[in-house]
């Protein structure tokens, strides 16, 4: 053991002298370098050049650096990716929100595993990528790509994460030329009809929203699938995606489904789903996704199924009914406790309990019992109110005269022509005993 710890304390204290090593050498090099190409980082720290929003034209040739491993050119003026051939062990280079047109020289960056190029100009990828063996991690998302052929992801056999959203992309079938891909974006592209991504083994998030989709072939084949969003396409059928063992979480939002019955067979463990703004007009349908035993988030807004908002309102709380693990119905919270029931698992022998399944029983009973009471109660009310209305009809619509030999004078009427009482000057207690012969003459009797 004290071996091992002494070992550990050695590679901290070389790793220590390599950083500080580091940081003397970039505080060389901007020294040095020309003020209008290079100015000074605000950051030299974790073994970084950062040069981020520095209104930089152009990437300055840098020496010899060692221990660097990141360099962060991004949102500046740079067209040209250039003078980087010195440092080839840098592991992350960041060149978004530049002006870069066409990417290259980047061959002898063999360790670097995350590349940030969105927000450029580049519109193909020819040979700039081939050579990156170790890259992890590509961001190509808004630019203006619009092609991709599958000889330029071949030397990709490492990477990992993928976004290529927001482009101008009609075909997308080079990325099964990815073996290692888990997460695709490919989102708010020119992308139609029929797409296939068999290949794409371990793929296990992908984002197709925003396109003009109509089908998608070899999903099934994916087995580590867990997340996909699909909104905003033109679906009128799940057919294509076959059956899904592995979906959490299905975002079918803005599309044309009528039907949604096979979806407990084709997503058999889905949490969370979207279907708002479909072509749902059954009612059945989306009844049937109480056979979705798992889910517990699901959005349904927008689908023609009500006609009126207190029928919405009442197949809504019919279908939460139906789906008891529900926490969530159109982002309205039906049952927070959910949650913390989830973390309580139900064996198997439990579920199988003669006893349990009787519980079961008498709880159903006892609800049962409940809604009776419940209807009683509410007919024994509107009966008291039915007789309250009567009385209330039965009053008279005028108050009564005077009666004979009271004290007040024989112009002081206690009722005016409306019908009215008057205001009286008299004292309390002839007001008490006027109060009681009026009682006494219409009430009781």
């Known amino acids: 053991m004290r071996r091992a710890r002494g070992s550990r304390s050695n590679t901290s204290i070389h790793s220590g002298e390599k950083h500080s090593a580091c940081v003397q050498d970039i505080a060389a090099y901007h020294k040095a370098a020309p003020k209008d190409l290079a100015p000074e980082p605000d950051c030299l720290n974790d073994n970084t050049i950062e040069l981020h929003g520095k209104g930089t034209k152009k990437i300055q040739k840098l020496k010899r650096l060692s221990g660097l491993n990141t360099l962060d050119f991004s949102c500046n003026f740079i067209e040209e990716i250039e003078s980087l051939e010195n440092n080839c062990g840098i592991t992350e280079l960041k060149l978004y929100d530049n002006k870069i047109r066409e990417i290259k020289n980047l061959d002898r960056l063999q360790e670097l595993q995350n590349l940030q190029l969105q927000y450029n100009c580049i ?250 009471q419940m209807e009683e109660l509410c007919q024994s009310l509107s009966e008291r109110f039915s007789q309250v209305r009567k009385l209330v009809k039965s009053l008279p619509k005028q108050s009564p005269p005077k009666p004979s030999g009271s004290t007040e004078s024989a112009g002081s009427p206690l009722v005016s022509s409306s019908g009215a009482r008057a205001q009286s000057n008299c004292s309390s207690r002839s007001r008490i005993q006027d109060a009681r012969e009026f009682a006494a003459h219409y009430v009781d009797s």
């Open 123 to 372: 519109s193909r990828l020819r040979k700039g990528l081939l050579k990156l063996r170790n890259l992890q991690r590509l961001r190509l998302d808004c630019n203006q790509l619009v092609r991709v052929e599958p000889r330029e992801f071949s030397g990709l056999s490492k990477l990992t994460y993928l976004d290529i959203s927001h482009n101008q992309l009609t075909d997308i079938a080079a990325v099964n030329e990815l073996p290692c891909l888990e997460e695709l974006m490919a989102s708010h592209n020119k992308l139609s009809g029929a797409v296939d991504l068999s290949r794409c083994e371990k793929l296990q998030e992908l984002d197709l929203s925003n396109n003009r989709i109509s089908e998608i072939y070899g999903l099934p084949l994916l087995t580590s699938l867990t997340t996909v969003n699909l909104s905003e396409n033109v679906f009128s059928s799940t057919e294509s995606l076959g059956s899904l063992c592995s979906l959490q979480e299905l975002n079918f939002g803005c599309n044309q489904l009528v039907s949604v019955c096979s979806f407990a067979e084709q997503f058999p463990v889905l949490e969370v789903l979207s279907l708002v703004s479909n072509s749902i007009h059954s009612w059945e349908e989306l009844k049937s996704l109480a056979r979705c035993c798992h889910l517990v988030e699901v959005n349904l807004a927008g689908n023609p199924t009500c006609a009126s908002e207190e029928e919405q309102t009442r197949k809504v709380m019919e279908l939460s009914r139906l789906m008891p693990q529900l926490e969530s119905l159109d982002g309205v919270i039906v049952n927070q406790s959910n949650r913390e029931k989830q973390e309580t698992p139900i064996t198997y022998k439990a579920a199988l309990d003669p006893d349990a399944c009787e519980t079961t029983h008498q709880i159903a009973s006892h609800i049962a019992n409940y809604e009776s």
